[in-house]
Each structure stands twice: as structure tokens, then as C-alpha cells.
């Protein structure tokens, strides 16, 4: 497969898997194998815009590829830190097929969902019954001070660096006081890339915490995924913080 000018011995499989939340030996390594000669522009919504672009375009495939992936030990990190009494209310953010939030509907949370594919934003209403934004995660419009934790799987990393504080910001916004926050990112080495259509920021803990910190947010536990593997074969950096 030729990305860039080069050719790179991973296929679109092990890719797939990699952005889906899994990971496979193909997978390992990735994020610092494949960028791609595509530097942000100034205009940074161009990285929001094409990547969405991408998964309105590959929504169908998107849906079979995840409807049965297990993220149960980050519903359970999310829920478990969450001190108000149920039902909760919920923001799945970059909800995309609408997996996670029926889940959070069938524990009979009220559960939002929000996405900027409009496919995905119209699949999740239907595979979940619940309300579902759609919205550019750079042009966030929340209610302040609303929700009792959000759920952010695999979507932050989407996020150009220059626009992080700024977006962890409005999220610390519409979290209710001592509100949680969960995040699930590839983790790299401080880097930004294009694979593909899709764009993504790939930070180490260290740059990550100090983000959300200056945030406003405290932290409450951090791991790598997949559990059970040595930290070469854990590309996820899960996170929970605390309004």
C-alpha cells in the first residue's frame, strides 16, 4: 500500500482496526509509519472537515466494523467515577453509528448523542431512539453545566493540538460540578498526521494531562489498551477526569 511516496508493509485491514479501537500486530507502530505530506493549513477546520467527509462517506462500513466491539471497560471507567445518583445524564461525544449511546439508553440513562457525519448523526438516532446532535466538534454549541459525565471513545484525536485547550475547554463547560469526563485516544509522540482523509493528534500521556489540567479538569485514573498486553501492543490511552 503507497501512502505519501512510500509504501508502507501494514494494510488498510490493520489501519481499520487501528481506528476502530483494536489492534492487531499490523496495527503496532502505525502512528509514527504512516504520515502522510499533508500539513495542517491555517485554516484548521480543514482537518474537521475532511475527516469528517470520510466517515459520512464510509458510515455503513464503519457500523459493521464496530457494532460489536467491546468498550465495556470504558463505559465502566466512565460510569463507575460518576457520583450522582442515576439516571444520568450523558453526552456521547463523536458518537458516531450510535454503538455506545443505545448502550447508555438500555441502562436507562438519558443519553445525547453528538457527531458531525450527518450519516452517522442519522444512524445513531435510529439505532438508539435518542437524541442526536450534529455538529463540528470546532464549533461546539453545549448547554453549560448539563451533563453528568461525557463519553469520548476514539474521537478527541480528531482534535487539531492548536484547538484542544480551547475544545476541552467548552466540554469542562457543559459538565455539571464534579462532572466526569472519559477520553479514549491513540497515544504517539506529540504528533499530528494525515492517513488518508483522516486526521488525527497523537499525544503521550505527559502532554495530554498537562492539556486537560489546564483545562480545568483533575485527574482521576489513566491505561492503555488493550489490557493484558505489554505497552508496545497498547496504542490506546484511556483517561477520566473530574470537573
Not at 474537521?48 to 457494532?67: C, I, P
Not at 463505559?75 to 454503538?99: F, K, M, N, Q
Not at 452517522?120 to 454549541?141: I, N, P, T
Not at 482523509?197 to 485514573?221: D, M, V
Request: charged letters at 20%.
Amino acid at each position: 500500500m503507497a501512502l505519501g511516496g512510500r509504501t508502507t508493509p501494514l494494510g488498510l485491514a490493520s489501519f481499520e482496526l487501528f481506528c476502530l479501537g483494536s489492534a492487531d500486530a499490523g496495527c503496532l507502530g502505525w502512528v509514527t509509519m504512516m504520515a502522510r505530506d499533508l500539513p495542517l493549513s491555517g485554516d484548521l477546520t480543514v482537518a474537521t472537515t475532511k475527516t469528517v467527509a470520510h466517515y459520512d462517506r464510509s458510515a455503513e462500513s464503519f457500523w459493521r466494523g464496530t457494532k460489536d466491539h467491546d468498550v465495556s471497560q470504558n463505559v465502566a471507567a466512565l460510569l463507575d467515577s460518576i457520583e450522582s445518583a442515576p439516571p444520568l445524564t450523558l453526552l456521547d461525544l463523536g458518537c458516531g453509528p450510535g454503538r455506545d449511546l443505545a448502550n447508555f439508553a438500555a441502562l436507562g440513562h438519558r443519553a445525547i448523542g453528538l457527531d458531525g457525519a450527518e450519516n452517522f448523526v442519522r444512524m445513531a438516532r435510529e439505532h438508539s431512539g435518542c437524541e442526536v446532535l450534529q455538529q463540528d466538534f470546532l464549533k461546539l454549541e453545549l448547554p453549560n453545566a448539563t451533563f453528568d459525565g461525557i463519553f469520548a471513545n476514539a474521537v478527541l484525536f480528531h482534535v487539531p493540538r492548536a484547538e484542544l485547550a480551547r475544545v476541552m475547554g467548552e466540554l469542562w463547560l457543559s459538565l455539571k460540578p464534579g462532572g466526569v469526563l472519559f477520553a479514549s485516544n491513540p497515544h504517539g509522540p506529540d504528533v499530528e498526521e494525515w492517513h488518508g482523509e483522516r486526521y488525527g493528534c497523537y499525544l503521550c500521556w505527559e502532554t495530554w494531562s498537562e492539556i486537560l489540567e489546564q483545562a480545568g479538569f483533575n485527574p482521576i485514573s489513566h491505561y492503555y489498551r488493550p489490557s493484558g498486553k505489554p505497552r508496545a501492543e497498547q496504542p490506546w490511552l484511556a483517561s477520566v477526569w473530574r470537573k
